[in-house]
């Protein structure tokens, strides 16, 4: 059962509530008690009552007493323990409405700090006006943080599109004069496999440059969502990727059915192509590679296993961090796993990768489907 701080409130509230009332009854008990005790029958009345002094009038009137004690003291009980319950049920009510009160400005603080945790959203504010108390200061406190956090990510994001882009100019310099250094008439043998040599190395640069960019833009949360069927961009992407793996000698087995998505096209089909590049790349000659769509309920999913090397269980966490290889892996740069990531979570999904019996790897990509995404936001707009 999860207990909140305003269950906590109304119930620590209502329980001194009752204890005081208790304590109070109590002494109410003992102090009545003792003033029937010894007013019951007052000194100066008993001498009036006829036969008073003779002893079967006397027992009778003392029992008589004793019993109007009894009944004056039961009825205080009862009476005392009913009024009682009812005022503390009011006092919990009551402490319930003004915890919830007294903590509104927290769960503001707390819908906002989970919208922004969901979104990735960081312009969005508490703004809190109230008085300058502890509320007050938390949500300044929160808000100063979301700041700061903004102009840490702007800066990041500015950083990596100025420095792709100053990257990528001496590289475009690099590979032109190469190129043109190679096809000079007079250029020999050594000369041409020496600049076929540096533009393979320049395309590796460029690809890395284009990979950390990838990675750094797909970080953010996607907001301009279409609706896009998984099924057709991983068909595109198999048949550009076909030469490839015939090339490497392996054999494709797709399951295709309809799975329409929410997302961005430009990053969807990156998705599907690092993970289609990923498995041509780490399989074995003659090996096989299984391609599924899926749609299930409000999500869809994506499937690629293929026949690759042996892949321990707890390496899969790490092999979507940037730049991680496997020991026995060169290829790459490390990075097409972590975009892969980094746009599934950009579309609010989920990845995950499972070693496959006999060596390979299983990779599950789930995205949110585009009737659960798309649907709720056109009827909140309507």
Known sequence: MNVTIRLRFALLYGGLFLVTGLALLALNYVLFRNYLRHNSAPTWFKPLLVGYNSEPFRRTVDRRAAEYQADALGSLLTQGTTALALVVIAAFGLAWLVAGRA?????????????????SDLSERIAHHGPADDIKELADTFDGMLARLAHAFESQRRFVANASHELRTPLTINRTLIDVATR????????????????????????????????????HSVLDKTPLDLADVTEHTLKQKSPEADEARVALHRTLPPAVAAADPVLLERLVQNLVENAIRHNRPGGELWVTTEATGDHVRFTIANTGPVVAAHETASLFEPFHRLATDRSGHGLGLSIVRAIAHAHDGTVRAEPKDGGGLTVTVGLPAAEAVLAPAHRRRS
């Open 184 to 219: 000079r008439a007079d250029a020999g043998d050594d000369i041409k496999q020496l600049g076929a040599a540096l533009l393979e190395s320049n395309r590796d640069l460029e690809q890395l440059i284009e990979g950390l960019l990838t990675l750094a833009d797909s970080e």
């Open 103 to 119: 903590l509104r400005p927290v769960h503001q603080v707390t819908e906002t700090a989970r919208r922004v945790a969901h979104s």
